[in-house]
């Protein structure tokens, strides 16, 4: 299927339609996409490290796969995750405010959810907004609870977002990486690093 | 990754779990004449199952006793009866949930009362391989070839693949697996045949050494946890949060229904890359065209003889895949066609309208013949149904003394 689709920031529609559904493909190993063009992986890093540079409040939502050190892998991309946030912090200026929120588990949350400190794939806009997170990361989520997440939150906010993908990628990620290691994470601080004062803040 | 890092070991039967593609691309093959049966049997042999369940329903009995041999012989991790077809569905969820991977046959109305779970199958991301031995499901009974039960799976959220031969199904039962099992897919397969035509008859298959298998399936590349009481979908009937009637609520429960969907999508490629297409078109440029699947391909190859000796040139097209649905695949290969004949074995004509759906003029399609409830079809049926289509004379195949 050939297609005129873009997966651009929304909000996008009252219900956006699955990008896969709209023609878009996951890349092949050693690429990734960016709004459902695929390209090189370095092409992508770039792209995510300036988005992360120029939001308000670039956010990191690590999931249950790398939360709970529950084998050696997990374990270290938790660590480079964690890395990922320090050089955030250090590269964005005092107006912005780079935040790292987990989701722990993929459970609906009763009476409701406290956004300050989770966030859940079935409601992750309301973490959003509350936020107001303007650039997010998933890492470490499931696939399926990754991609149930993008389409709401392109659906309803303006939030732009990565994916940080272990398997295949996310065609609903506005940007989305594959085969994510510890190194790839680490490579994504690397070119924040790099990108440093070379990208506009965002303006009040 | 775990799965590729035990190929050369051996699993508990003694196989030595092989790379997928070289085992069914470059692996020696035997020829052995065999019932479907028996083929279905020889292929789970192959497929490093942990589990399968089992109920009687002609005309998938044979298979289902046959592979309880397997178990017997160290082959299956785990066999037993369920107590109706909708039982042994659930328990196959169970089996799935719990990181297995899981093998099953049904036929007709077996299908038909576990129908309830296939979209279950599918939300939950279950990779399930189901064997359909399709066989008439209305009242008055019968247990003939009927292929209606086919079009009630198309909209389950399952793949849906349609196989023409013992040869088909035997690749295709392996090859099924490596599709529904990766990980951006992660889908129920309903792996169909036309009951008894392809179940009870004798076939030479090309099989691939008895000692090697497929390397067995990991669950943690599953998109979905392993089965967890405390997340959906196993939670969804129990969470007010999920279950209550407000905006998020259906936000969320449409964004899981698209996702499914989205992950036939994605299967598109996988399923090329292991079926070598969507579809097999024989001589694409004919005006005329017989576009089917299961086995009215075989009876459209015999039509399109009897067809050459008159004179007429007629392409046929085989579809393999139904769900994922090869629309591309269709109006490319029917672009330049003037007649569209599809004969299906049910009595509604399910391909012939999603054939229309798909192509733009749509009145190119001429659906038929279509018999039902067990009658064959001959291909001097498809031959004559197609020469009176054309406006050309034909014999009449049903009368006698006239």
Known sequence: MSTMYQVLRGPEHFLPPAAASMGIRLPDPGQAHIHGKIVNEDEAMEVAARQFLSAKVPTIFPGPLVLWAWNEKAAGKATAIRHLYETLKECVTPSQQAMLIPMPDYRPKYPKINPEIEINPNHPNLTIWHNKIDTCMFVGVHCHQANLSLKIIRGGTYCYTIAMCAQAGHEDAMVSFRDATADKIRKLADWVKKLKGSVEPPKD | ?402
């Open chain 2, 1 to 402: 990754m775990a799965t590729q890092s035990l190929i050369g070991t051996k699993n508990r039967a003694g196989q030595v779990v092989a790379d997928a593609w070289k085992l069914l691309h470059e692996a020696e093959r035997t020829p052995c004449f065999y019932t479907g049966s028996e083929v279905i049997k020889e292929a789970v042999r192959r497929a490093n199952c942990d589990v399968m369940i089992a109920y009687p329903i002609t005309p998938q009995s044979e298979a289902a006793a046959l592979i309880g041999e397997l178990f017997a012989e160290g082959f299956i991790g785990d066999y037993f009866r369920g107590e109706s077809e909708f039982a042994v569905m659930s328990q196959c969820a169970g089996a799935a949930f719990g990181g297995a991977r899981v093998f099953t046959t049904t036929a007709g109305p077996g299908t038909m009362r576990a129908m309830e779970n296939f979209p279950m199958w599918a939300g939950a991301r279950l990779p399930i391989q189901m064997i359909v031995t399709c066989r008439g499901i209305n009242s008055p009974l019968s247990i003939q070839p009927d292929t209606l039960e086919i079009s009630y799976l198309l909209n389950t959220g399952m793949l849906v693949w349609h196989a023409e031969t013992a040869q088909d199904f035997y690749d295709w039962i392996l090859k099924g697996y490596m599709v529904s099992e990766e990980p951006d897919v992660h889908l129920p397969l309903a792996l169909c045949c036309d009951g008894f035509f392809v179940t009870h008859t004798k076939d030479v298959v090309n099989l691939t050494p008895a000692d090697m298998c497929l390397p067995p399936y990991d669950p943690y590349r599953s998109p979905v946890p392993c089965m967890d009481m405390e997340c959906p979908p196993v939670r969804m009937m129990r969470d007010p949060f999920v279950m209550k009637s407000n905006y998020i609520s259906y936000a969320t429960h449409a964004s899981w229904q698209q996702e499914v969907w989205a992950a036939i999508e994605r299967s598109r490629k996988h399923t090329i890359r292991w079926l070598d297409g969507l579809i097999e078109v024989d001589r694409p440029d004919a005006e005329i065209l017989i576009v089917s699947s299961g086995t009215a391909v075989s009876q459209g190859r015999e039509a399109q003889a009897l067809l050459e000796e008159d004179g007429i040139d007629v392409g046929i097209v085989k579809i393999k895949s139904l769900r994922p649905w090869p629309g591309d695949e269709i109006r490319e290969a029917t672009k330049n066609a003037k007649h569209i004949i599809v004969p299906e074995f049910n009595v509604t004509g399910w391909l012939a309208k999603e054939i229309r759906a798909t192509i733009p003029d749509a009145d190119r399609v001429y659906a038929g013949p279509h018999v039902c409830g067990g009658m064959t079809m001959p291909p001097e049926v498809i031959a004559a149904d197609l020469k009176k289509h054309l406006g050309l004379k034909s014999e009449s195949l049903a009368g006698r003394g006239s």
